[in-house]
T-cell receptor, first 114, second 115 residues
Framework: GAVVSQHPSWVICKSGTSVKIECRSLDFQATTMFWYRQFPKQSLMLMATSNEGSKATYEQGVEKDKFLINHASLTLSTLTVTSAHPEDSSFYIC??????????FGPGTRLTVL | AQKITQTQPGMFVQEKEAVTLDCTYDTSDPSYGLFWYKQPSSGEMIFLIYQGSYDQQNATEGRYSLNFQKARKSANLVISASQLGDSAMYFCAMRYNFGNEKLTFGTGTRLTIIP
């Protein structure tokens, strides 16, 4: 149990376009989901906390107008990278708390902005 | 504020040997949880083991065990009988148990199992 999916698994886009990444909890409901960013050979950095039915909470230094988060249902959160630029190229990964104490991650989305 | 420290950037271990990955943490909150994750080259974060700050016993999950020393604020991961498939990045993480449940991660340890 406690499976989290992400879509797409990888995306290549042109500079200036927007990209939407979906995070779904497949077998449980998640009122809270988390979005992380990981640069090569580095650890995960929390970007924001996605709250079902309310506004996301962003970490210091993360532009909320650039990284739009919507948590419209108990099983789906989306991250939209608006007007993407090459410096936004990264590995984006979401997580949610499943049953018990576990916190489970999606498989991640590798974004490359040309 | 929470802080997680992993002092071993890389480790090489012979297959079938046991390996200990170090993790120390710093928090003033009495209620917290400690996690270990494995990240293979594919990028997915695989949940390995969890230890609660009030748990009396050290957590175990198959070949994984967590050596929890609360007074020393350490939560080392022990992998017994290592296998080639254990080669990956390993991250220690901490979560407060109340309020925002976000995880704070250490910098990771790259484990390479040698045949």
């Amino acid at each position: 149990g406690a499976v989290v999916s992400q879509h797409p698994s990888w995306v290549i886009c042109k500079s200036g376009t927007s990209v939407k990444i979906e995070c779904r909890s497949l077998d449980f409901q998640a009122t809270t989901m988390f979005w992380y960013r990981q640069f090569p050979k580095q650890s995960l950095m929390l970007m924001a906390t996605s709250n079902e039915g309310s506004k996301a909470t962003y970490e210091q230094g993360v532009e909320k107008d650039k990284f739009l988060i919507n948590h419209a249902s108990l099983t789906l959160s989306t991250l939209t990278v608006t007007s993407a630029h090459p410096e936004d190229s990264s590995f984006y990964i979401c997580s949610a708390r499943g049953g018990g104490q576990g916190q489970y991650f999606g498989p991640g989305t590798r974004l490359t902005v040309l | 504020a929470q802080k997680i420290t992993q002092t071993q950037p890389g480790m090489f271990v012979q297959e079938k040997e046991a390996v200990t990955l170090d993790c120390t943490y710093d928090t003033s909150d009495p209620s917290y949880g400690l996690f270990w994750y494995k990240q293979p080259s594919s990028g997915e974060m695989i949940f390995l083991i969890y230890q609660g700050s009030y748990d009396q016993q050290n957590a175990t999950e198959g070949r994984y065990s967590l050596n929890f020393q609360k007074a020393r604020k350490s939560a080392n991961l022990v992998i017994s009988a290592s296998q080639l498939g254990d080669s990956a990045m390993y991250f220690c993480a901490m979560r407060y148990n109340f309020g925002n449940e976000k995880l704070t991660f250490g910098t990771g340890t790259r484990l390479t199992i040698i045949p």
